[in-house]
């Protein structure tokens, strides 16, 4: 399938990694790929021409593609290094696993949707970026199979950190999780060689809320 990527539109992706720069993003590889990753191919026709505004917009299924700098924000928490193999919980449109292979991250990811989940597979296929794991699922059980992994980013507000998330993260790795009901809570979280936990705050956000098993699925 071919896919329109103009001059029009890396130019905006060009202001947009600006605007997200001079919002406080400082970490240069997450803003290489934020210009990279076309953000216009993971929205609805209706919104191509905001895709380039910082602002999330609905994906369906009552999700929405995170603001780009809420991306940036937790993508820079994350510390990458090339080659970090990588949870993400919550696919959503499948942007924010582009913009981790961007960086040479691993990535494997669940979505709880499955409409979105079909979605972001095919997508990601054909724009070829290769997950390592798209995965149908409940995010906060996250993927034994697949574990330890470097890091963890959870992309939706979670009322509690996922017992099970911290045991697949490898020790010396990083957890980032928006936390909380309404409003969330950015917390980093860094698990010792010696199973303790360091949290750090960063700041208040508005996710869609996390949903956990998939009991009521038709």
């Not at 961007?102 to 597979?121: S, W």
Request: with cysteine.
């Amino acid at each position: 399938m071919k896919f329109e990527d103009s001059f029009k539109h890396k130019g905006l992706r060009k202001k947009l990694v600006e605007e997200i720069k001079n919002k406080g993003i400082e970490d240069e590889r997450v803003l290489d790929a934020i210009g990279k990753v076309p953000r216009h191919l993971f929205m609805d026709s209706s919104f191509l021409e905001f895709a380039y505004i910082d602002k999330a917009f609905p994906i369906g299924s009552g999700q929405t593609i995170s603001q780009p700098f809420t991306v940036a924000f937790q993508t820079q928490l994350l510390e990458i290094n090339k080659g970090d193999k990588v949870l993400e919980v919550g696919t959503g449109s499948g942007y924010q696993s582009c913009v981790l292979m961007e960086m040479g991250a691993k990535v494997y990811t669940i979505e709880r949707q499955k409409p979105l989940y079909l979605k972001a597979k095919t997508l990601l296929s054909d724009l070829g970026y290769k997950a390592r794991q798209i995965s149908y699922g409940d995010g906060y059980k996250g993927l034994p199979a697949w574990a330890p992994f470097d890091r963890i980013i959870v992309t939706a507000g979670a009322v509690e950190i996922p017992e099970s998330l911290i045991q697949q993260l490898k020790p010396g790795g990083i957890l980032v999780i928006p936390l909380g009901r309404d409003t969330q809570v950015m917390k980093r979280i860094r698990k010792t060689a010696g199973d303790i936990h360091i949290e750090e705050e960063h700041g208040s956000f508005r996710f869609v809320p996390m949903l956990g098993d998939k009991a009521n699925d038709r």
